[in-house]
């Protein structure tokens, strides 16, 4: 079986990149020796089975990808490693309280408590009204709209998240039939619980079934 190589990056996924490369979660864990699917460690190579062509080949690198990291995470959060940032309760900037009072304001106008499944809309609704631009997608995919000079991936758990204003959450899955095609987004009130998209969810921390989690912080 011919294998290729890949160097995984921050925000990537074991089930991103099976998806990507047209294999499976199981397959690539069982090739590379990765006990938990959901922690993989930016930096390392992944193996790609049954595929002749390279994808970004890396040279001189350390074969094998099982050191936990978490560049993928649960609705627990996962931390992403080497992705940086400074975000936290305490150091809360104007962009962030901005995106927090679009968030809720859009949630309000949207959905209010209830969801109306277009929590895409409602972040991005939310970001244009904050900043002036629009980010498109579904829940899945925003978080590779995000223009990478106004938003920048940061390495914190879900808890921590939620006690920060203003920043927004991506998940690649949650266990609803629509959020396993789509995904979630939502962004942070930082009260410690809730989040809003195109509706206020009160329990983000306890809202379970969600993988692949991704946080991102405005730096505009």
């Not at 020796?33 to 890396?58: C, M, Q, W």
Request: hydrophobic share 30%.
């Amino acid at each position: 079986m011919s294998t290729s190589t890949y160097r995984i990056r921050s925000g990537d996924t074991l089930s991103a990149l099976a998806s990507r490369f047209k294999t499976s979660v199981s397959a690539l864990a069982r090739h590379n020796k990765i006990a938990n699917p959901n922690l993989i460690y930016a930096g390392r190579t992944l193996r790609i089975p049954g595929r002749g062509d390279s994808f970004e080949p890396v040279r001189g690198g350390t074969r094998g990808g099982g050191r936990p990291g978490g560049t993928g995470g649960t609705s627990g959060g996962g931390k992403v490693q080497g992705s940086g940032g400074a975000a936290s309760p305490g150091n809360v900037t104007p962009a962030m309280r901005k995106l927090a009072s679009a968030g809720r304001a859009a949630a309000l106008g949207m959905g209010g408590y209830n969801s109306q499944g277009l929590c895409a809309t409602g972040v991005s609704r939310a970001i244009q009204n904050a900043f002036g631009f629009k980010v498109w997608g579904n829940g899945n995919q925003i978080d590779n709209n995000l223009p990478r000079d106004k938003f920048k991936q940061v390495n914190m758990s879900l808890e921590q998240a939620l006690k920060t204003p203003g920043l927004v959450l991506t998940w690649e899955k949650t266990s609803s039939r629509l959020g396993s095609i789509y995904g979630h987004t939502a962004i942070t009130t930082g009260d410690g619980r809730s989040s809003v998209s195109d509706f206020i969810e009160r329990n983000t921390l306890g809202a379970g079934g969600r993988s692949g989690l991704k946080i991102f912080m405005p730096i505009i």
